[in-house]
């Protein structure tokens, strides 16, 4: 920020002095911001101002409507997209009716400046003011504020907006990083996405459309237009924006009335939900949105467009988790890349670190950079320094992408890290710490324009300054160096296929009375309850429940209700009323006995001895069903099945199927005994190998060697499941994408010496020592 647009913005604020007893704390922003937006409109339009009343009064008679009135005045305005045709300023609107003479004047000026003071319900705040005696007082400071464009350039003026904004939302406890980014993110962004056109850089007259759909106050629209008008002024950059926050928008019209763009334009709305530039398509596209931000509010459109329009719509690739719409936002701008064959068009947008990686095979944030990767969009993703915005120091990333990679980048995706070009700030604002010199600006838009490697280097930056306070470490830790590195992958190096890897169930079984004795209560949300029930009511002494199939008593728990429910209520609060019910009902308790005793039936015949080959379970209990002379319907299969049996790593495997087909034990069908064997899977075991995309061969090749590598020498008795497809291609294995960024730049730092560390416990020790000594003295 400079020094002149920091005193405007402090000059400015002073009107909270005013304000401050009559107004909330949260309250002054928005009497402020209108304020100085109107002073700046004032300011501008002050060179032009006799031409349009001279122009006003040849109208005033001929009875045209607005539009062709505004037509006509703006001719006089000099090239100004907006007017006033009031003979009043803010210094002539006396003090005794300023509240009429204020609104009448605003009311003055053509639509589009008029619409601005709506969206700040400025009106409402007039006559609070006027209440409370301030009216005057306001206008009175605000007029003395030179805002005229030779005292403060557009772009300064930017900036002022900006800290006030920041103020602002830091005064009303709000995020004031939703609204705009720090003019050295902005001038990297633009940069980085403007650099690659020499054509709009160098061709006068040459016509160009920048987008942001998160506009804010309009920061990237106008640090694109500056970048370009440097270079070429005679160039023409047709600025389009949305935005949600409507005192945001009315900044961002304002700046782009000031600067003669269409305000038509710059939409007000959800961009995610309500498209209001539907089917433009442009050059450039800058967008800083909202980091972490839920989209549930709008989840039912924007499942209906995924789903309704799919490729034909913006989310057609996959939608990300409801808790965060980032990548909502990059599908968004990548819908409006102009096509290729018209010359195409290329985003900067900045995103955390979560869009890299979250996600696994599969989900949609994978298959969204899976639609990018392999649409060879990607062209370089930039790691910032942290503590860069204003109200969040985490990690964040400028994504670069284009429709129109030249031909030496095509197939390749540029990773630089600058993380550490930064330097710190000697005021903080907000969370905002550090800054990007104009340097270290230049050292990663130079890395990106060469598209090179580099391997890291030292950078000459201060090291971090650490607390001295305690004591302090005779040995310290050696701070790493900051360094500077870039790296170029090809793009299917950062996809996977993510293969699943089954193994047997191994299963034993055993009619013993521990076992069987289970069956007597439900398996289920029941169980313990039930079990408890039993010991408090049917084996104390008296008890006349039975095991006897006739007992008519068994299960009778109507006059302990009372009893049972205090105990449910206490120990298990989190039981249904139904289950209640299904407890209390002698049924439950019937049938759990039935189970139990056709289980001791079968235990007669087959015995209590444990079996370790659960493929003669089903012979064995048929055999045995036939011998007690019993029935077992499927539930009583079930739950005897399942009492009975259990996990055991040394038992042989279960059996699924015998197939007349050929062996093939990397894709589970193993020989044994001349037969080709198919094996249940343990779901326990389960477990899933990403394996690396390799274009060259085939995917059976790529996955059966990595296989026989990675799992099958550890694992013999392994195997893929081949019934795992992905949807697009039909290969064995998911397909996933992750850009472990932080990976391919780490920096290992031996952990510091022994001998040093126990050095220091030594002084440690001593010290604590001599202090114990002193107090007992």
């Known amino acids: 920020m400079t020094q002149t647009s920091n005193n405007l913005a402090t000059e400015s604020w002073a009107i909270a002095d005013l304000l401050r007893g009559d107004f909330r704390q949260s309250q002054y922003g928005r009497v402020i911001l209108p304020f100085c937006l109107l002073r700046r409109l004032e300011c501008v339009l002050e060179a032009s101002k006799e031409a349009v009343l001279a122009e006003q009064q040849k109208i005033a008679s001929m009875n045209l409507p607005e539009e062709?009135?505004?037509?006509?005045?703006?001719?006089?305005?000099?090239?100004?997209?907006?007017?006033?045709?009031?003979?009043?300023?803010?210094?002539?609107?006396?003090?005794?009716?300023?509240?009429?003479?204020?609104?009448?004047?605003?009311?003055?000026?053509?639509?589009?400046?008029?619409?601005?003071?709506?969206?700040f319900n400025f009106a409402e705040f007039i006559g609070q003011l006027n209440d409370a005696n301030l009216l005057y007082k306001v206008v009175q400071k605000v007029r003395t504020i030179d805002l005229s464009i030779s005292a403060v350039s557009n772009h300064d003026m930017g900036l002022v907006f900006e800290e006030l904004i920041r103020r602002f939302a830091e005064?009303?406890?709000?995020?004031?990083?939703?609204?705009?980014?720090?003019?050295?993110?902005?001038?990297?962004?633009?940069?980085?996405?403007?650099?690659?056109?020499?054509?709009?850089?160098?061709?006068?007259?040459?016509?160009?459309?920048?987008?942001?759909?998160?506009?804010?106050?309009?920061?990237?629209?106008?640090?694109g237009m500056e970048y370009v008008h440097e270079l070429n002024p005679n160039a023409v950059i047709r600025a389009y924006g949305q935005e949600l926050n409507p005192e945001s928008y009315a900044i961002c019209k304002a700046d782009m009335l000031i600067k003669g763009q269409e305000v038509k334009n710059i939409k007000l709305g959800n961009t995610l939900s309500n498209d209001q530039l539907y089917g433009e398509r442009f050059n450039y596209m800058l967008s800083n949105p909202p980091f972490g931000v839920d989209w549930k509010k709008i989840e039912e459109d924007i499942i209906k467009e995924h789903n309704e329009k799919g490729y034909d719509g913006r989310f057609g690739a996959g939608l990300p988790r409801v808790s965060d719409g980032s990548l909502l936002f990059l599908l968004h701008l990548i819908s409006k890349l102009r096509d290729a064959k018209d010359g195409g068009g290329r985003i900067g947008i900045i995103l955390n670190g979560s869009p890299l990686f979250t996600g696994g095979a599969g989900s949609g944030e994978s298959e969204i950079r899976r639609y990018i990767l392999e649409a060879d969009l990607l062209e370089a993703i930039v790691a910032l320094p942290t503590d860069m915005f204003y109200n969040t120091g985490i990690a964040t990333y400028v994504w670069i992408l284009s429709n129109k990679k030249p031909n030496e980048k095509k197939g390749l995706v540029q990773l630089i890290n600058g993380s550490n070009l930064y330097s710190k700030m000697r005021k903080s604002l907000g969370s905002k710490r550090n800054e990007m010199s104009a340097d270290d600006i230049a050292t990663i838009i130079r890395c990106f324009g060469d598209f090179e490697a580099i391997d890291a280097r030292e950078l000459d930056k201060p090291t971090e300054q650490k607390s001295n306070r305690g004591r302090q470490s005779a040995n310290p830790k050696t701070e790493a160096a900051k360094t500077f590195a870039a790296k170029i992958f090809k793009a299917h190096e950062f996809g996977y296929r993510r293969i699943t890897i089954e193994r047997p169930l191994r299963q034993s079984y055993q009619f013993s009375d521990e076992r069987i004795a289970t069956l007597r209560f439900e398996s289920g949300a029941l169980n313990s309850i039930m079990q408890w029930a039993y010991a408090e009511f049917a084996t104390l002494p008296g008890a006349i429940w039975s095991d006897a199939p006739d007992c008519p008593h068994y299960g009778e728990l109507g006059h302990h209700e009372d009893t049972i429910r205090r105990y449910i209520k206490i120990h298990c609060a989190d039981l249904k009323e139904k289950q209640i019910k299904d407890l209390l009902n002698r049924d439950t308790w019937i049938n759990t006995k039935a189970s139990m005793l056709k289980a001791q039936a079968l235990q007669a015949q087959i015995g209590k001895s444990q079996f370790d080959d659960m493929n003669e379970y089903d012979d064995a209990v048929a055999k045995a069903t036939k011998l007690a002379n019993i029935s077992l319907d499927a539930?009583?299969?079930?739950?005897?099945?399942?009492?009975?049996?259990?996990?055991?790593?040394?038992?042989?495997?279960?059996?699924?199927?015998?197939?007349?087909?050929?062996?093939?034990?990397?894709?589970?069908?193993?020989?044994?005994?001349?037969?080709?064997?198919?094996?249940?899977?343990?779901?326990?075991?389960?477990?899933?190998?990403?394996?690396?995309?390799?274009?060259?061969?085939?995917?059976?090749?790529?996955?059966?060697?990595?296989?026989?590598?990675?799992?099958?020498?550890?694992?013999?008795?392994?195997?893929?499941?081949?019934?795992?497809?992905?949807?697009?291609?039909?290969?064995?294995?998911?397909?996933?994408?992750?850009?472990?960024?932080?990976?391919?730049?780490?920096?290992?730092?031996?952990?510091?010496?022994?001998?040093?560390?126990?050095?220091?416990?030594?002084?440690?020790?001593?010290?604590?020592?001599?202090?114990?000594?002193?107090v007992h003295s």
């Open 635 to 774: 539930k009583d299969k079930k739950v005897i099945e399942a009492a009975v049996s259990w996990k055991n790593p040394a038992a042989l495997p279960v059996i699924k199927k015998i197939h007349k087909t050929k062996a093939d034990p990397i894709y589970g069908l193993f020989n044994v005994d001349g037969k080709t064997i198919e094996y249940k899977a343990d779901g326990d075991l389960r477990d899933f190998e990403n394996v690396a995309l390799d274009p060259s061969k085939t995917v059976n090749e790529i996955n059966e060697a990595y296989f026989k590598k990675e799992v099958q020498t550890h694992v013999p008795d392994a195997w893929i499941d081949a019934s795992k497809k992905d949807d697009k291609d039909q290969q064995i294995g998911i397909v996933g994408y992750e850009i472990p960024f932080n990976r391919h730049f780490y920096q290992y730092q031996p952990p510091r010496d022994l001998a040093e560390i126990d050095a220091d416990l030594d002084a440690v020790s001593a010290e604590i020592m001599k202090l114990l000594q002193e």
């Open 171 to 223: 005064s009303s406890n709000d995020t004031a990083g939703e609204h705009f980014t720090p003019r050295d993110i902005v001038r990297l962004t633009t940069s980085l996405v403007f650099i690659e056109d020499n054509e709009a850089l160098t061709t006068p007259g040459i016509i160009r459309t920048i987008y942001d759909p998160t506009a804010g106050t309009g920061g990237f629209l106008s640090a």
């Open 68 to 119: 062709a009135q505004e037509k006509l005045l703006l001719r006089a305005t000099g090239g100004l997209s907006f007017f006033n045709t009031s003979k009043m300023d803010l210094s002539r609107l006396g003090e005794s009716d300023i509240k009429a003479n204020l609104e009448s004047y605003i009311q003055s000026f053509s639509k589009d400046a008029r619409e601005i003071f709506e969206y």
